[in-house]
């Protein structure tokens, strides 16, 4: 029986930062409106991977969009981005499939993580506008954003 060899990565976060934050100001008792309404609002998120072999790092852009849901105008748009180092990264690329093979454990870690930046970043930028202590990402299990290796 053959012994399977446990592959050692390690990381660190190397930049924390919002790419792109956008909203429509709107008058307060139409945002509690829409609040109060359980069909009022929609909220999109998207995570985007994206790999720098030549420097060791994986970059996650978490994508969030709060938005109408009768006139699906966009309310507020926000990206944040983590950047990681990651130690023993070239260990996970498959020549064969021209792809990198990335541990689960460790891309739930590193979704979680990312997640959890966008949302302080998100209530940071939204702090003096109309959605201060009205919106919130939110708590969400990392590993539902996770979609299987073949994705």
């Not at 926000?78 to 690329?93: A, N, S």
Request: proline share 3%; aromatic share 8%; charged share 25%.
């Amino acid at each position: 029986m053959k012994k399977e060899k446990q592959l050692q990565l390690g990381f660190k976060i190397v930049k924390i930062q919002t790419t792109k934050f956008s909203f429509t100001d709107i008058e307060e008792n139409k945002l509690v409106e829409l609040i109060n309404d359980p069909n009022g609002l929609g909220i999109n998120i998207n995570i985007a991977l994206n790999i720098d072999s030549e420097k060791s790092t994986i970059a996650m852009d978490v994508q969030t969009d709060l938005f109408n849901n009768e006139s699906k105008q966009s309310l507020v748009e926000h990206i944040g981005r983590t950047v990681y180092f990651v130690d023993g990264l070239e260990k996970t690329y498959n020549k064969e499939a021209n792809a990198y093979d990335l541990p689960d454990v460790l891309l739930i870690q590193l979704y979680s993580i990312a997640y959890t930046h966008s949302r302080a970043m998100l209530s940071n930028e939204i702090s003096p506008t109309c959605y201060r202590d009205k919106y919130f990402l939110p708590v969400i299990n990392p590993a539902a954003l996770l979609h299987k290796k073949n994705n």
